[in-house]
């Protein structure tokens, strides 16, 4: 009887745990460690990040915001880290950031910007902190914790001598990419993916004057670049050779070969879509020795950047692992697949 007993309350409890899951808590997206993402977090943050489609299906829209929750999801993750670990941003780091993001708009124009972000200052706040945190998180337990040796870069020019020895003039450049043709791989800063050409057009037009009023060019492309390659890199596309700008373009070999060191492009249409480019310095022909500076200096970046790149992405991977994440929004879309509307 006892055992009976038992087994009927296995049963209960497997009951009781399936009515659960198909239960969600109201208006929650996804809970994180006990910590809920609400469905208006995720539609505040949606219409702030998201470059919307005209006539995007429900189903194109969905996919997007799983995709922005499952973004989400990683950044609570990583605050809820940082915090454990006394990491949190102060109120004079978040105030001197956004001091330097006011430093280029008039206060209308950078009331005008909130505005089109669906944003108040508060929010901006709120943005801007957890974005510091979780930098602070990403310096104390990966990039603080890489080394490269002088072996190492002995070692890789040893085993990349011949790309050192350009036979012709070579530019080192950095671009902006904006794409009518949004790639799911894009991992910018803001989550920003143009979904056609009248959204790449004026987002790319809206990056330029922006770099007019003086904002890093850099930073710009870590936030809005659509290049899955350069925009981590602030948009470094390393050392382009002039004869592979001819047979891409003649017009844009041209064009950047006008520029001067550190000149900045205006924006270019091209059949992946519309890009500025920055030229950052000029190399002449022949071989650059391991002993020049600047060598060494681009194979320490390139190496410390790789390296970063696979922790970076380890880290996120094991957090996750690690930690309690129940997407209600995730699971909602496959209870109800193939159901009318």
């Known amino acids: 009887m006892k055992r009976i007993l038992v087994v009927l309350a296995a049963g209960a409890a497997v009951l009781l745990l399936a009515s659960c899951k198909h239960s969600p808590p109201a208006n929650v997206a996804a809970v994180v460690n006990g910590h809920a993402i609400t469905l208006a977090e995720l539609e505040k943050t949606y219409q702030s990040n998201a470059q919307q489609a005209e006539g995007a299906s429900e189903d194109q829209i969905m996919a997007q915001k799983i995709d922005l929750l499952s973004s989400m999801v990683t950044q609570e993750i990583m605050l809820q880290r940082a915090e454990k670990l006394g990491l949190a941003a ?48 990403v310096n104390k337990e990966i990039t603080s914790k890489i080394t490269i040796t002088d072996a190492d870069i002995t070692n890789f020019y040893n085993a990349n001598k011949a790309s050192f020895n350009p036979p012709e003039p070579t530019i080192h450049m950095a671009q902006i990419l904006v794409t009518p043709f949004p790639d799911p791989n894009v991992r910018n800063l803001k989550n920003s993916k143009a979904q056609n050409e009248k959204e790449a057009r004026a987002k790319i037009e809206g990056l330029a004057v922006q770099l007019r009023q003086g904002v890093d060019f850099g930073m710009i492309a870590q936030n809005y670049s659509e290049d ?21 373009n003649p017009e844009l070999r041209k064009m950047v070969i006008a520029l001067p060191q550190g000149g900045v492009s205006p924006v270019i249409p091209t059949p992946e879509g519309f890009r500025i480019l920055k030229v950052i310095s000029r190399e002449p022909a022949g071989q650059r020795e391991l002993n020049d500076p600047r060598v060494q200096q681009n194979i320490r970046d390139m190496l410390l950047n790789s390296k970063d790149q696979l922790l ?30």
């Open 228 to 248: 899955p390659n350069s925009a981590p890199n602030g948009g470094d596309m390393g050392f382009v050779r002039e004869s592979d700008l001819d047979r891409a």
């Open 312 to 341: 970076r992405a380890a880290y996120y991977e094991t957090a996750r692992n690690g930690a309690k994440i129940e997407n209600y929004l995730a699971q909602s879309v496959l209870d109800n697949a193939g159901k009318a509307k």
């Open 90 to 137: 102060i109120d004079a780091d978040v105030e001197a950031e956004i001091s330097k993001m006011r430093a280029p708009y008039t206060k209308e124009e950078f009331e005008k910007q909130l505005t089109a972000q669906h944003m108040t200052l508060n929010d901006l706040r709120a943005k801007v902190r957890s974005k510091l945190t979780v930098d602070k998180l």
